[in-house]
Nanobody
């Protein structure tokens, strides 16, 4: 059974940091592009960050680079999202996703999400 399990979310104050983790199991993810998305209440899901299979290339959603950093450990089948200087507008459910080669994000694998709440 393929699973992506996010952890590390919680309630923090503005300016704090959080590190999200996504543990993948059930198949080999080392060839997949891995990503993070988020969905705030009443809003559409938006792209946060992604990292290629080798970890060499990363890209980020608008205005997030500089505060958020994505990384991965293929030996542990885990991808991370370090979030610094958090703002109340970062409040959302954060989802981990795996995109196999030749697939779209919607065709890939998704976790159940972890809630991040930033208070002002």
């Amino acid at each position: 059974q393929v699973q992506l399990v996010e952890s590390g979310g919680g309630l923090v104050q503005a300016g704090d940091s959080l590190r999200l983790s996504c543990a993948a199991s059930g198949r080999t993810f080392s060839r997949d592009t891995m990503g993070w998305f988020r969905q705030a209440p009443g809003k559409e899901r938006e792209f946060v960050a992604a990292i290629t299979s080798s970890g060499i290339s990363t890209w980020y959603g608008d205005s997030l680079k500089g505060r958020f950093t994505i990384s991965r450990d293929n030996a542990k089948n885990t991808v991370y999202l370090q979030m610094n200087s958090l703002k109340p507008e970062d409040t959302a459910v954060f989802y981990c996703a795996a995109r196999p080669p030749g697939s779209s994000w919607s065709e890939g694998y998704w976790g159940q999400g972890t809630q991040v709440t930033v208070s002002s």
